[in-house]
Structures are given as structure tokens and as C-alpha cells.
């Protein structure tokens, strides 16, 4: 049997392509490098890159509109499930002379109802201090700067890591070919990439920015949303970012 919304959603698609071909004239020549385009996203392993950085915000504003948890964000195309389980105390796995600024990041995990979350997993993805993510850029240990660790008895969690850097998306390929066509830049503000998950709870996929940073206002995957600030202070010891995350209890059918 056909699902109804999937025959929706695709002939309507369908229909506005054709009328976007109709009306902007897309010749044979147009359509096959439009195609063609598409297809070396996919042999250069860009395919998510070039469709996260246009459509993947949209997406999740109105995947998470009107839900009272933290503000969602996008998870972007560098995100590898997997990522080792910490012990405590919690560090994210570095090279030994690993480059940037000391960094701890915590917070607290909580329900609707102001209740510690207990036993939440976090799981955190960055880019290095130099803008590079393990295992998407050659040349860096397998598990860098990824990690899941939980939560305390009273929702709490503390780790330690480096601060990273505004960060350039690859511009050779594909996506690179696009951007440069539009006359846009390629960068991201700088951020920290995470899932929160627990038994019981509506999973959360967040993204955390530094006030002040560069980039916010003009993200190439306008992604910066009110909501996703840390909060900052910084001493001798480096840069202290605190977050604190309220999770939903999770739909029967979910
Ligand atoms: C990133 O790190 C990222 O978060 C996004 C959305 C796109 C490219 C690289
Ligand atoms: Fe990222």
C-alpha cells in the first residue's frame, strides 16, 4: 500500500521542479550539470555536506517547532556514531600535544520539570584546533575530539577539552564549486557538536556557539540560532563554556 504522505510530498516535488524548470528555462545542458553536480558530491563523500549547508536548518527548525526542549540544531555531515565511552574524569581523547585553548564545558541535564536526568549520555564532536574533524581529514587519530560520557546523579557533567576555531568547510569539491558560483564564504562559526540521550527522553541534537564569535551573524549553513550560546567565563586555566539542557519525555510512538 502507498503511504499517503510520501505520494504528497514527492508529486509535489515533482511538480515544483517542473515548474522551476518551466520557469527559469533549464535547458538539457543545465539539468545534466545540475545532475552531474550532484553525483560527484557523492563520489567525493560530499554529498551531505552540500545538501546540510542549504536545507539541513530548515529541516530542523520545523522538525523541533514548538517542542519544549532546548533548542535543537543541525547535526551537520561530520557526525560518526560509536565515539568512545569516557570514564571519569572525563577528557575527550587528544593527541598528546594537542594545539588550542584549554577548554571545560559543562552542565547540567534536566527534565520539563526542572529533575536531574541521571544516566544521559553526551556525545560531543568538534573540529581540532586547526578546523579539522578525525576521521573526515586525513592524518588525525581516529577518535579525536569525539566522545560520549554521562550524566551524574544530579544530572551534572564536566569534560575537558580544547576550544575550536571558526572553521572552513572543504572548498574543492562540489559544494566549493556551488558556493564559489554564489560568491559566498565558506565559513562556520565556531562549535561544539552534541547528542543528548536518555531512557524515557525525546533525543536532542544541539550545536553550541561562543558569543562574540565570528560568523555568527553569516553562517554558510545559517545554522546559529538564539538559544545555542554557551554561557563564557574565562581564567588562568582557559575557557570555562556551560550549557544547560532540558530534555522532553519521549511520545509513546517514539
Ligand atoms: C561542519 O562542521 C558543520 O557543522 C556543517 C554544518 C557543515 C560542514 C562542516
Ligand atoms: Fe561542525
Not at 47 to 68: K, M, P, W
Not at 132 to 137: E, F, G, R, V, W
Not at 174 to 193: E, K, Q, Y
Not at 243 to 249: E, G, R, S, V
Request: hydrophobic letters at 40%; glycine letters at 8%; zero cysteines.
Amino acid at each position: 500500500m502507498q503511504d499517503n504522505r510520501v505520494v504528497q510530498v514527492v508529486e509535489d516535488l515533482e511538480q515544483t521542479l517542473l515548474q522551476f524548470i518551466r520557469k527559469h528555462r533549464i535547458s538539457h545542458a543545465d539539468y545534466r550539470l545540475a545532475t552531474d553536480l550532484i553525483v560527484e558530491s557523492v563520489k567525493q563523500g560530499e554529498e551531505s555536506l552540500l545538501f546540510d549547508i542549504f536545507f539541513e536548518a530548515e529541516a530542523t527548525d520545523v522538525g523541533s517547532a514548538g517542542s519544549q526542549a532546548s533548542q535543537a540544531a543541525i547535526e551537520g555531515p561530520f557526525y560518526i556514531p560509536g565515539a568512545p565511552l569516557l570514564e571519569k574524569p572525563y577528557v575527550m581523547p587528544q593527541r598528546e600535544d594537542e594545539a588550542g585553548e584549554p577548554m571545560t564545558f559543562s552542565g547540567v541535564v534536566s527534565d520539563l520539570h526542572g529533575n536531574a536526568v541521571s544516566g544521559a549520555v553526551i556525545d560531543v564532536w568538534h573540529a581540532d584546533a586547526a578546523g579539522l574533524y578525525s576521521q573526515i581529514h586525513p592524518n588525525i587519530p581516529e577518535w579525536n575530539l569525539r566522545a560520549r560520557f554521562v550524566t551524574e546523579a544530579d544530572g551534572s557533567f564536566t569534560v575537558e577539552t580544547i576550544l575550536p576555531p571558526p572553521y572552513e568547510i572543504p572548498k574543492d569539491g562540489p559544494t566549493g564549486i556551488v558556493l564559489n558560483a554564489l560568491g559566498r564564504h565558506f565559513f562556520r562559526p565556531a562549535h561544539v557538536h552534541l547528542k543528548v540521550s536518555a531512557d524515557g527522553f525525546e533525543d536532542l541534537t544541539s550545536q553550541l556557539y561562543f558569543p562574540g564569535g565570528e560568523f555568527l551573524d553569516n553562517d554558510v549553513a545559517n545554522a546559529v540560532r538564539d538559544g545555542l550560546m554557551f554561557d563564557i567565563e574565562e581564567d588562568e586555566d582557559g575557557v570555562h563554556a556551560k550549557y544547560d539542557f532540558t530534555l522532553t519525555t519521549a511520545s509513546p510512538s517514539s
